[in-house]
């Protein structure tokens, strides 16, 4: 074999790869595009929001169900008596607010039984999950029922399945106990369960950032784009995945995600697929594929839909190292949630589930980011080596960066003909600034710790409730 | 729909009620409410036959509105409703009975207990407690509370707590003391309410029962007691 020879196969294999690189690119992006469309034509008919008329017939209703609100705390005393106090202002007939203290090591506890005047109460477990010892249960005099557990420290999955012990409504809603809840959320994420209440067993809502928008009596009074960059990538990068993907899913009934932060369920469907798992870190990703799995097991119908009006805020991480930490455990909980359930993989049994929605994760959430790294990597070494003409390098990190920023800016387009939060122009103008910069270098940087979370996973590397700076809510001037 | 609601005279009544029958669970149910504002009982009985063949949202968005009709509705058009065929129109109508806590007169209750499906046993079950002509419930509620079906002992548990029924102290006692979850909760309720021996049940199980049991006993007798057992200054 003469060098020339080799070269030739050299270049064969790396067009080889190249070409698999570009032609992955090419079907990540168009997949995306398509959920995007799909978004774009079902959010109007499917995401209407009750009207003024229609919220007050629901107050007035003596068939609305019952919802117990789970509120998971581990370390947050900065925020949890505003979050739980907005919790208490909701507009619904008829829910209680279980707040569940995970062992905090700061004051969470002292600070929520002088906030809300608590007695120490008799209140038993209704249902049968094993979770780490409750200390003590405490309830509150107030109109709405609160109910805060003192709990032994077991990470979030085994507070929240504390909460659906002590839930006696037919519907559990988990939200984080650093969020706030539009007021009429509540009343949003019941919809899919009351047009349907056969078939649905978990309804999804909008998470959003809530960094330096105004917060007052426990609303979110003034929305704005941050003064932080960071923040409004990850704004941009919110609206994209739940404006852009989830609908799509939601309606092709195949959504592998509902929010931890965010989410409401059947609660009956929880307890009989055995609650949150407590051995993930994507304990949320992990409950929806298990219900899927299960329902899909005994071939029941079922549904698991995503909302677009209802909207949590709350505070995402300002400084990279925290951003850094919570991206690996996202990932972390990616990998360990499609493993555990690996044999939905491709298996027509599960529908359009096993056939798209988990070899897309698989593919394209799970090892996107190697292969993206994969395909940086290559063609600067292509390029470097003279393989590859530095035309097409150009081309090549082109295109996909025009790609990321179509998506991008389509989700806040969405967001702009739909729910429309932003006060003026100048904030939405800002968000499409960002949608573009967010591609230039934040995109590349959330791929490179998604890589180091993927690793992680692979290692099998454990964790448990992710750390959080918490800055507090900015309070509205009066 | 809404400026429909404002249209004087038939036209727009007449386009309501077509609007009410044919279009989205949320126009239906839009165009039902502002019907059931203006409707005199010859309408309000239309209505509720048309909320019960639609989606549960629509019944949710109507049932306040419909309220204002229930001692109607409760004495002629459910009994004639529950008397049908269809099953889900039967536990529908039998819901909204429910919801409204309003007398009912079921003379037919008997031929709902033995009608082949639980879901329509047990939603006869819950309104129990609001049937006028209700006669010999005793062994209907046994046979519920032996019931295999989860469905059928919950409604029968929650019929047992407003009725008091003695003779179920025994099956009572047993499901709190030794079943867990939503029915034990249930059947301690139903204990609390028959006294002097349910209370005194239930501070045997306090006693005597298993962990789970003996919480379960306590924080019903703390409600019953309430506020000198339950509540204490954290």
């Known amino acids: ?478 | 729909v809404d400026c429909l609601g404002l249209l004087a005279g038939g036209r727009g009544e007449d386009a309501l009620w077509r609007l009410a029958q044919r279009s989205t669970p949320l126009v239906e149910a839009a165009a039902c409410r502002l019907l059931a504002r203006s409707a005199d009982p010859e309408s309000a009985v239309r209505l509720f036959g048309i909320a019960l063949g639609k989606p549960y949202l629509v019944r949710v968005l109507l049932a306040g509105e419909l309220r204002h009709h229930a001692p109607t509705l409760c004495e002629k058009t459910i009994p004639a409703e529950v008397a049908g065929a269809d099953e889900r129109r039967i536990v529908a109508a039998l819901e909204l009975a429910g919801s409204w806590h309003n007398a009912l007169h079921l003379p037919d209750w008997p031929v709902l207990m033995t009608h082949p499906s639980p879901a329509v046993r047990a939603a006869a079950l819950r309104v129990t407690p609001l049937n006028l002509d209700v006669q010999d419930v005793e062994p209907y509620v046994l046979e519920a509370l032996q019931s295999d079906n989860i469905h059928l002992r919950e409604a029968g548990l929650t019929a047992v707590c407003q009725l008091r029924i003695g003779s179920t102290l025994p099956l009572l006692a047993h499901v709190a003391s030794g079943e867990s979850g939503e029915l034990a909760r249930l059947a301690c309720q139903a204990l609390s309410r028959l006294e002097p021996e349910g209370i005194e049940c239930l501070r045997t199980i306090l006693l005597e029962g298993p962990p789970r049991a003996a919480a379960r006993a306590a924080e019903t007798l703390a409600e019953r007691l309430r506020p000198s057992l339950s509540l204490e200054f954290a």
């Open chain 1, 1 to 478: 074999m003469t060098l020339q020879d080799i070269d030739i196969f050299v270049h064969r294999i790396y067009f080889f790869f190249e070409s698999g690189i570009i032609l992955y690119v090419f079907v990540i992006n168009s997949i995306y595009l398509f959920l995007t469309i799909l978004a774009f034509l079902s959010i109007r008919r499917h995401h209407t929001p009750f009207s003024l008329a229609e919220r007050e017939a629901i107050m007035k209703s003596p068939l609305t169900p019952a919802i117990s609100l789970i509120v998971p705390a581990y370390n947050e005393a900065m925020t949890v008596k505003e979050s739980v106090g907005c919790m208490l202002k909701l507009d619904y007939p008829n829910y209680e607010v279980i707040v569940v203290n995970d062992g905090s090591k700061d004051a969470t506890l002292q600070i929520l039984i002088e906030s809300f005047q608590l007695y120490k109460s008799a209140r038993a477990p209704v249902g049968t999950l094993e979770t780490k010892p409750i200390r003590r249960i405490y309830e509150s005099s107030q109109p709405i029922r609160l109910v805060v557990v003192d709990k032994v420290n077991g990470g979030k999955a085994d507070a929240i399945n504390v909460g659906l012990n002590l839930a006696t409504a037919p519907l559990v809603m988990v939200v984080d106990s650093d969020s706030i809840i539009d007021r009429a959320g509540l009343m949003q994420m019941a919809k899919p369960y009351l047009e349907d209440p056969d078939r649905v067993i978990a309804v999804g809502g909008t998470v959003r950032a809530v960094n330096d928008c105004s917060v007052a009596r426990g609303r979110v009074t003034r929305i704005r784009t941050s003064r932080s960059i960071l923040a409004n990538f990850q704004s941009v990068e919110y609206l994209r995945a739940f404006y852009g993907g989830r609908i799509g899913f939601s309606l092709l009934n195949s959504m592998l995600i509902i929010s931890g932060a965010f989410g409401l369920f059947k609660r009956e469907a929880v307890l009989e697929v055995g609650g949150f798992e407590h051995s993930t870190v994507g304990e949320d990703m992990e409950l929806i594929v298990r219900l899927h799995h299960h329902f899909c097991d005994l071939k029941q119908p079922y549904r698991v839909v995503y909302v677009a009006d209802p909207v949590c805020w709350t505070e995402v991480p300002q400084t990279l190292k925290i951003l850094h930490r919570q991206r690996k455990r996202w990932q972390r909980g990616t990998v360990e949630s499609l493993s555990r359930h690996w044999v939905m993989m491709l298996n027509p049994r599960y529908g359009l589930v096993g056939m798209f929605a988990f070899p897309y994760f698989f593919l394209f959430e799970m090892l996107g980011p190697a292969v993206e790294l994969l395909g940086y990597f290559l063609t600067v070494i292509g390029v470097l080596f003279r393989i590859i003409a530095p035309e097409v390098a150009i081309l090549f990190f082109s295109v996909s960066i025009m790609f990321g920023i179509l998506l991008s800016t389509s989700a806040v387009l969405l967001e702009e003909f739909t729910t429309l939060r932003y006060p003026s122009w100048r904030h939405s103008l800002s968000l499409f600034g960002t949608a573009i910069l967010e591609n230039l270098g934040f995109r590349q940087l959330l791929t490179w710790w998604r890589v180091q979370g993927l690793v992680e996973g692979l290692k099998g590397k454990r964790g448990g409730w992710g750390v959080m700076e918490r800055r507090g809510f900015q309070t509205a001037p009066k």
